[in-house]
């Protein structure tokens, strides 16, 4: 797989989310975390990412990196997890130096490594900036200094929040290494575009994009119960997917959803969430066709109908490309 190199750090173009083994989008056994991990990484992928929030997805990424440490050692994958968040509610937050520096040994210890590649703070438009800014990130860059943490940044949905504090670390002169933005390029939203190159403006070195099915949104199933879209937003989807099924056409809305999302040249690196070994062959394959398809800059699908299908969901899903959902929630 390609690798897109980004200082030190040479990050394969798609890499694989971990969240999913927490179990919010369906419980799956060790020894099929065991089997993906080794998929992924057999397969070219080289970053997993994680966070102690996904309830136990770092203790299962950890047990299954350990178990394929002979084939795979420590020096051939990048991990990435966060801090900060522990739980749902604003409550749940810690961004204070202490926390910071008990959360990355906590994690390494699941994770079973004397050092992380990247770690983000966490949904950082849950917690006042100063918190971000004066609190945890001064203590993740002296991490970073020890050798304990190789990059430090920042992760969320709000992307002028993101901006805003890549702004402020570069004002102060110690810039951020990665920002992760989810859910911000995807069929009903390509907010992610606009904000590359003023994320780039701010210094940020790496930036990835998550999620291109927009957290199960954009898939041919109703979306998760605990999705943050309008109703608005969901109808219009559920009727993309009827005109995708009606249609009989060979292709779903997932795998559009994915190729429209691949198609982002501005992000560095893709994550994609993939609890099985048959889920990580689909996102590869789907990133390869999303590459030769190009329809961020004017491709088109080879089938006449999966074209004119494309285009009307295109237009379906149009008056929501600006539209965000609140974040934090009201009930956080």
Sequence with gaps: MELVK???????KVGLGCGVFGGAYGITSQDNVMQTVHKALSSGMNICDTSPYYNDSEVRLGKALLELQE????ASYYICTKLGRYGYTKAEFDYSAQ????????????????????????????????????EALPELFELKRQGIVR??????????TLLEIAQIQQQRGQPLDVCLSYCNFNLHCQLLDEFIPKLRSAGIQTIISASPLSMGLLC????????????????????CAELIAKSGADVSLA??????????????MHLVGSKTEAEVSHALGAYERAQRLNLGAGGRY???????????????LEPFSMYTWPSPPADA
């Design 6 to 12: 980004s200082d030190a750090l040479q990050l394969s």
């Design 255 to 268: 795998e559009m959803a994915e190729h429209f999302s691949f198609s982002c040249t501005g992000a560095d």
């Design 302 to 316: 080879d089938d006449p109908q999966v074209q004119r299908l494309y285009e009307q969901i295109r237009d379906t």
């Design 71 to 74: 084939e795979f050692p420590r």
């Design 151 to 160: 990059k430090v940044g920042i992760s969320g949905y709000p992307l002028d």
């Design 220 to 239: 041919a199933n109703a979306a998760p119960e605990w999705h943050p879209a309008k109703q608005e937003l969901k109808d219009a989807v559920a009727r």
């Design 99 to 134: 926390r910071v520096v008990e959360s990355v040994h906590e994690s390494m210890r699941r994770l079973h490594t004397d050092y992380l590649d990247i770690v983000l703070c966490h949904d950082v438009e849950f917690v006042d900036v100063a918190q971000v800014v004066d």
